[in-house]
């Protein structure tokens, strides 16, 4: 095929493309200064593979583009070696099921010591407002060392800390954890620290297709997320029967008391059917624990397989041979979702009589046996690797082996089950096969499945508020591009407005601050010379309105003469835009501190979620007045700049808009009164 631009392939009846490119390229498109550089059409219509991985798996990860932020490394190293210095339960406390951990009053107390040895705290109470940035750090620190698990979460590769995909166990390059805490594992890592980002856009999947008219979706493994795709995304799940008639044998779970019996059963029967020539493939829920599995197998001698995020180059050569006679296939999540399993082995250079021969013979022995090691937290999952079994009307068989050690199991309920097979007299090395203990194993994973539907519902809830505040401002800048408003006259309605505003906060009842009001209309458009402040205080408010008024659209039409119609029509587009999107990146900011602290109106007993749609509301407003301050104080101190290239370069890119220096929002206002101009004169 011949190479073809984004553009282009959007323009086809149908593109097929990932997920990632189609949300990037949407954020994109939103943050272009010309039409002619964005690339998507209309989300009308969304056909979506794997449609629970990408909408529930993925629906918490956010896409987000981002810019460098301030240099950090030095801080992240310094945590990094205060926090093993705490000790678990006694300093910290770890929620397993919220994933979340809290330092302990002991915890803040030793923490409070060491910082102000190191003169990091500005104030004695760790958790005062202004050590704000101090407790940020110490909380990525704190996750980074007691939750987040190499070879689990995420590997150490070249260098650098990759994330490990917990429902696919593939390595996400390219992707970082937010909010400090990729940083945080690079320096538990002692590996350089990337330089943290500020976001510049940012959506959810969840919003992204809910953004399309129409959309659709395949899985194999939907029926247990039907609520899920009903409440959030209005899609009801329809069963289709499969091509040939299921035949795969799924055994009743074997349940043991500790991991360590577990594997000694698991080990036995690869054994045993490795001796029958019968293909095992073996699933594991981290690399971690595919790597202990493969060091009993070789204990054993038994010879196999590993397939896990440490060695995905090898993936199609392993999984080629995953079904042959014998072959033994440890595998991490990795060999779930999507992945077909010959039996006999890949035909491809082989001649056709033997690899006939393979196959009859692994049919005849029964076909590919599936065990897993670990129920894992969403039942779809486990029906992915049960799936890479009797596939086509293949014949095959699936077993689970859970301990009541086990993640899923200890967090719901693994106690009360150990209790109840003590009770029973239970060795650790005889197994369980009871519909009771299946049922209750089952519930668990429900329980959990509920919880993170539960998160999942809760994010879109407060998404939703920053999606409509996006939702405005993208749609304003495309109506800017589109040139589907008059900016001059909007441009034009903001500086009266801020002129206004100029008036009233100088000229009152009592006290009319004339210096000040020529000092800071100046600093809006050039008054012209020879204004008579004596003159100015003779006249009322409503007619110093008129003629600051009359001043900015005279100042306006002298600029356009000077310029030009089209230079003054491309230099409002240009402002509105970069004024726009530097101020809705730091809107973004501000958001997410305000998500994060929220939870403590709960503490006063109001709804979180009603306390953020009301501050987001008042943040909303205030990103709009800030905008219009911001372009009313920039849009006359603004030139053409030329540019030294070649006439070829020139003509293919427009003009540049530089701007002169002006008086920041966070500057401290200009008037003395020591507060920044924002609050001040700039209101």
């Known amino acids: 095929m011949r190479p073809i631009s984004r553009r282009q392939a959007y323009e086809a009846d149908i593109t097929y493309g990932t997920n990632n490119e189609f949300g990037f390229d949407y954020l994109r498109d939103n943050m272009v200064i010309d039409l002619s550089q964005c690339v998507q059409r209309s989300l009308n219509y969304a056909i979506v593979d794997e449609v629970d991985y990408i909408l529930i798996d993925e629906a918490r990860t956010p896409l987000i583009i981002s810019g460098p932020a301030e240099e950090a490394a030095q801080k992240y190293y310094t945590f990094a070696r205060f926090v093993p210095q705490l000790v678990p339960e006694e300093d910290y406390t770890i929620d ?72 696919t166990g593939r390595l996400m ?42 959309l659709a979706g395949m899985t194999g493994t939907a029926v247990t997320e039907a609520e899920e795709f009903s409440k959030i995304y209005h899609l009801d799940v329809m069963v289709i029967p499969t091509n040939r008639a299921m035949i795969r044998t799924d055994s009743a779970d074997q349940i043991y ?62 999984i080629a041979q995953a079904g042959e006679p014998g072959a033994v296939t440890v595998a991490t999540n990795m060999a779930g979702r999507g992945v077909d399993i010959i039996l006999g082995g890949n035909p491809e250079g082989r001649s056709e009589e033997e690899w006939l021969a393979n196959h009859n013979k692994v049919v005849d022995l029964g076909g590919l046996h599936v065990i897993g090691t670990e129920r894992h937290e969403a039942r779809r999952i486990d029906n992915q690797l049960r799936g890479r079994s009797g596939r086509q009307g293949d014949p095959g068989s699936s077993r689970f082996y859970v301990s009541l050690e086990d993640d899923v199991v200890h967090r719901f309920g693994g106690d009360r089950m150990d209790g ?106 050039p008054l012209p010379a020879g204004l008579n402040p004596q003159a100015i205080a003779q006249k009322t408010a409503e007619e110093i309105d008129a003629m600051f008024i009359e001043h900015a659209e005279n100042a306006y039409k002298k ?91 020139a003509a293919s890119r427009p003009q540049g808009v530089a701007a002169d220096k002006k008086v920041g929002r966070n500057d401290p206002c200009p008037c003395g009164s020591g507060k920044k101009y924002k609050r001040c004169c700039g209101k």
């Open 257 to 318: 008391r500790n991991e360590e019996a577990k594997f000694r059963a698991v080990v036995n029967e690869i054994e045993s059917l490795h001796n029958e020539q019968r293909p095992v493939l073996v699933g594991t829920t981290s690399i971690e624990k595919s790597e202990s599995l493969s060091d009993l197998l070789m204990k054993r001698g038994i010879p196999h397989q590993v397939l896990n995020a440490k060695n995905h180059e090898k993936e199609a050569y392993i």
């Open 96 to 167: 397993a099921k919220d994933r979340a951990a809290m330092l302990t009053d002991a915890g803040v107390t030793k923490m409070e010591s060491l910082l102000r040895r190191e003169g990091l705290l500005k104030a004695p109470d760790l958790y005062d407002p202004s050590n704000y940035t101090v407790t940020q750090y110490l909380d990525s620190a704190l996750k980074a060392h007691v939750l987040y698990r190499r070879d689990k979460d995420y590997v150490v590769k070249d260098g650098q800390v990759i994330i490990v995909d917990e429902f």
């Open 420 to 525: 109840l097979m003590k009770w029973a007299g239970i060795g650790d090395d005889i197994p369980i096969e009871h519909s009771l203990i299946s049922r209750a194993i089952e519930n668990a994973q429900v329980k959990v499945e509920g919880y993170h539907f539960e998160i999942r519902k809760h994010l879109v809830d407060y998404d939703d508020v920053a999606n409509k505040h996006r939702e405005q401002i993208y749609g304003e800048r495309k109506r800017i591009l589109s040139s589907e408003v008059d900016l001059k006259s909007n441009i034009q309605s903001m500086i009266s407005d801020e002129l206004q505003a100029l008036v009233a906060a100088h000229i009152m009842d009592q006290q009319h601050d004339i210096e000040g009001l020529m000092e800071d209309a100046s600093r809006i458009l």
């Open 173 to 214: 390059f390219g992707r970082r954890y937010s909010e400090g805490l990729h940083q945080a594992i690079e320096a538990k890592e002692r590996v350089k620290i990337q330089r943290e980002s500020v976001t510049l856009a940012s959506i959810t999947f969840q919003n992204y297709f809910r953004l399309y008219k129409k």
């Open 559 to 649: 600029k356009e003469e000077e310029l030009g119609h089209e230079n003054m029509r491309l230099i409002e587009r240009r402002v509105m835009l970069l004024v726009i999107d530097r101020l809705w990146m730091e809107h973004l900011t501000m958001m997410e501190h305000t998500r994060q602290g929220i939870g403590l109106q709960a503490v006063g007993h109001s709804d979180p979620l009603i306390a953020y749609k009301r501050e987001g509301h008042a943040l909303f407003q205030g990103l709009l007045a800030n905008i219009q301050h911001d372009l009313v104080h920039t849009i006359y101190h603004v030139d053409m700049k030329k540019r030294e290239s070649s006439p070829q370069a």
